[in-house]
């Protein structure tokens, strides 16, 4: 069965940064995009980006671009999402989300277990 | 940025039908998908491509769209429906995906 397994909670100071791994079983890695997503508490989903396994191909919401590096290692079947410049804001829990594909279309299908990352002097 | 927009709360009584807007100018070419969250855990499909229900999703969850507008409907809610519900699409581009801000749907 398809699993993502993301690394565990993390706390940093301002003005660091924060790598967050999503280790995917149970499917062929390269064959599925990985979106990143995620809810600062009490606050709604937020779509950070995506990043294609296979190619290395990414793309990022605009609200991240510039601060926000998407990779992966396929030789271990896991995918990384990068934030720098950390700040109070982006406390939150992060998301890997592996995409599932019907119809020509793609969504979001396969979630991870959630990181929380805290910022906070 | 492209932006999708839902009401922020709907109560309904036990039994009762509940609607959850979602508007959106791409949603008359691009496909809505909706997504269920109780509190503490990870989102759960409900329904893609506008009006598909997942396997496993009771037949009380459909799906509609029409213009600018998709809706998430309930029929006969039940008080385990009780949870946050977050509209999915991808702007005219199709490149980049956002969230609407989410509902908070109350049944009691």
Redesign the interface.
């Known amino acids: 069965q398809v699993q993502l397994v993301q690394s565990g909670a993390e706390v940093k100071k301002p003005g660091a940064s924060v790598k967050v791994s999503c280790k995917a079983s149970g499917y062929t890695f390269t064959s599925y995009d990985i979106?990143w997503?995620r809810q600062a508490t009490g606050q709604?989903?937020?779509?950070m980006g995506?990043m294609n396994p296979n190619s290395g191909n990414t793309?990022y919401?605009?609200?991240f671009q510039g601060r926000v590096t998407m990779t992966r290692n396929t030789s271990i079947s896991t995918a990384y999402m990068e934030l720098s410049s950390l700040r109070s804001e982006d406390t939150a829990v992060y998301?890997c989300a592996r995409a599932?594909c019907?119809?020509g279309?793609c969504?979001?299908?396969y979630?991870?277990?959630?990181t929380l990352v805290t910022v906070s002097s | 940025?492209y932006e999708l927009t839902q009401p922020p709360s709907v109560s309904v009584s036990p039994g009762q039908t509940a609607r959850i807007t979602c508007s959106g100018d791409a949603l008359p070419k691009k496909?809505a998908?909706w997504?269920q969250?109780k509190s503490g855990q990870?989102?759960v499909?409900v329904i893609?491509?506008d009006s598909?229900r997942p396997s496993g999703i009771p037949e009380r969850f459909s799906g509609s769209s029409s213009g600018t507008m998709a809706t998430l409907t309930i029929s006969g809610a039940q008080v385990e429906d009780e949870a946050?519900y977050?509209c999915?699409s991808t702007d005219s581009s199709g490149?980049?995906?956002?969230?609407?801000?989410?509902t908070k749907l109350t049944v009691l």
């Not at chain 1, 979630?111 to 959630?114: D, E």
């Not at chain 2, 490149?95 to 989410?102: A, L």
């Open positions: 979106n997503v709604g989903l937020e779509w995506w793309g919401a605009q609200k998301y599932y019907s119809g279309s969504y979001p299908g979630w991870g277990q959630g | 940025s496909y998908y997504y969250q990870a989102p499909l893609y491509e598909k946050d977050y999915y490149n980049h995906k956002v969230f609407g801000g989410g």
